[in-house]
């Protein structure tokens, strides 16, 4: 970690990054009036917002499936769910604290595929690899689903068409993407408005009469702390996304590392300031009311939103919780078929052979889309949607398991390099962490059916680790996650 000292020197020095990413914003024509636009564009704050409120999406939009989650996880017992919401927020504020340490070691992206590449040697890097590219299409088909979801709520006419929804949600995100990426602003914008009318549902809800709804229960089955440990770690797919900075660092090109560092910190703690403060008010807000376990046809937030809020506002609200979701949905369309086309046979800027993966994955169209992959994470993607019958609620139990074995690799790699560089108090942190998180990923586990999600992730990052032995063991596979977003 470098010093406020240091990191003044790196900003004078303007390193520049080991990859050569394009700007996140695109130029405009040179004239004075587009000329004072563009400043505007690249002033820091600007670009910290468009990049800070787009990298969230992902968990702001999990507020949508994860509460409700770990009320089905209690058996419909509300008095638990402010106590069980609260150790989740809790326990991602000390993920959070981790990657903290993190973003300041890989300021050029990376987060714990580098990590865990430079702790313990190239190979391990395939086991964040592996996890991530199961969460990129778990992301996808959640969020499909969960805009299922959220559509059928405001119109349960349509429950009979889940699937046939969800799968066209997924097809019509993937054919967006064919034609390039949406922009970080137009995310952000997106981001933003959710929280804008976010805060209007609740602060609506302050003089809203209380209704009670769905099924509510007052026994979740176990002794309530016991309870409590148990429903948590489902309803830790509101972390999803959180280690997204880590790695999106790589795409702010213009920045040199101390301005990349300096981004991806606020940007984590932006992030748990927001999803914690949504996630708390909403589930505060749904015990008052005393919205339980919804209808098949519903969904918990839906319930909530139509409690608290007027007809025109439960609408937005509605909308704007499934475009949210299909905008995580996107953010992983480009996320995972660049891994891949990163993972390919390519030449490095320097002139170096790289890649293990057939070229073919790293082929792309005219608006540098690599369709192959995109085709083949909406092949995926659709199957496990089918496969859940279109559940986002089911998906969910899955969900927790591969990010949370990135989280894992990343933590194990932070404890060793603070232990070897003499840092005791992050080395007790880096443990800390990774215990809890090995916790989380223990509980889901139990369940059974969640570890498809570990098998998954574990037999991609074998094969893949099967190519780079073929290959000749190619050095740089650490830094392919780095690589994969700074080509966006």
Not at 452 to 465: K, Q, R
């Amino acid at each position: 970690m470098l010093s406020s000292d240091q990191e003044v020197a790196a900003v004078k020095s303007n390193r520049p990054s080991a990859c050569t990413p394009r700007p996140v914003l695109s130029a405009v024509p040179t004239t004075t009036a587009a000329t004072g636009w563009r400043a505007l564009l690249h002033a820091r704050p600007v670009l910290l917002l468009a990049f800070a409120f787009a990298v969230m999406a992902d968990p702001v939009s999990s507020v949508a499936y994860a509460i409700e989650a770990a009320l089905r996880a209690l058996h419909g017992d509300l008095d638990l769910l402010l106590p069980t919401m609260g150790l989740v927020v809790a326990l991602i504020a000390l993920v959070i604290v981790n990657y903290h340490q993190l973003v300041a070691r890989y300021p050029q992206g990376g987060g714990a595929a580098a990590a865990a590449g430079e702790a313990f040697g190239e190979a391990w890097a395939f086991v964040p690899i592996g996890a991530l590219i199961v969460d990129f299409v778990l992301t996808i088909a959640i969020s499909s689903a969960a805009g299922s979801s959220a559509i059928i709520a405001y119109a349960p006419a349509a429950a009979p068409w889940r699937i046939p929804i969800a799968l066209g949600l997924t097809a019509f995100v993937a054919g967006l993407t064919w034609f390039g990426h949406l922009g970080r602003a137009v995310f952000a914008l997106m981001t933003l408005v959710f929280i804008g009318v976010s805060v209007a549902v609740l602060t609506g809800g302050l003089s809203a009469p209380v209704r009670p709804t769905g099924t509510i229960t007052h026994s979740a089955g176990h002794w309530a702390p016991l309870a409590v440990a148990v429903a948590f770690p489902v309803a830790m797919a509101l972390a999803t996304g959180v280690e997204a900075p880590s790695s999106a660092i790589a795409q702010l090109g213009q920045l040199d590392d101390a301005g990349r560092r300096r981004f991806g910190r606020i940007t984590l703690w932006l992030t748990l300031l927001i999803v914690g403060g949504l996630t708390l008010g909403l589930t505060a807000e749904a015990v008052h009311f005393r919205i339980g376990i919804p209808a098949p046809d519903s969904t918990q937030i839906a319930d909530l939103a139509h409690v608290a809020a007027s007809g025109p506002l439960y609408a937005v609200f509605q909308l704007l919780t499934a475009l949210l979701l299909l905008s995580a949905a996107s953010s992983s369309f480009a996320a995972g078929p660049g891994l891949l086309k990163a993972l390919s046979r390519h030449h490095r800027p320097d002139g170096a052979d790289a890649g293990i993966l057939p070229a073919v994955w790293g082929r792309t169209n005219k608006h540098h889309t690599p369709y192959w992959g995109a085709l083949l994470f909406l092949a995926v993607s659709a199957v496990v949607i089918t496969a859940a019958g279109g559940d986002d609620q089911r998906l969910v139990l899955f969900y927790a398991v591969s990010v949370f074995m990135a989280f894992l690799a990343g933590l194990i790699a932070m404890t060793r390099f603070s232990l070897r560089e003499g840092k005791p108090v992050h080395a007790l942190v880096n443990l800390v962490g990774a215990v809890a998180v090995g916790f989380v990923l223990v509980v889901n586990l139990s369940r059974g059916e969640p570890i498809a999600s570990l098998v998954a992730a574990v037999v991609i990052a074998g094969v893949l680790y099967r190519l780079w032995v073929k290959a000749g063991r190619p050095r740089g596979i650490r830094d392919v996650a780095a690589e994969a977003e700074a080509d966006h």
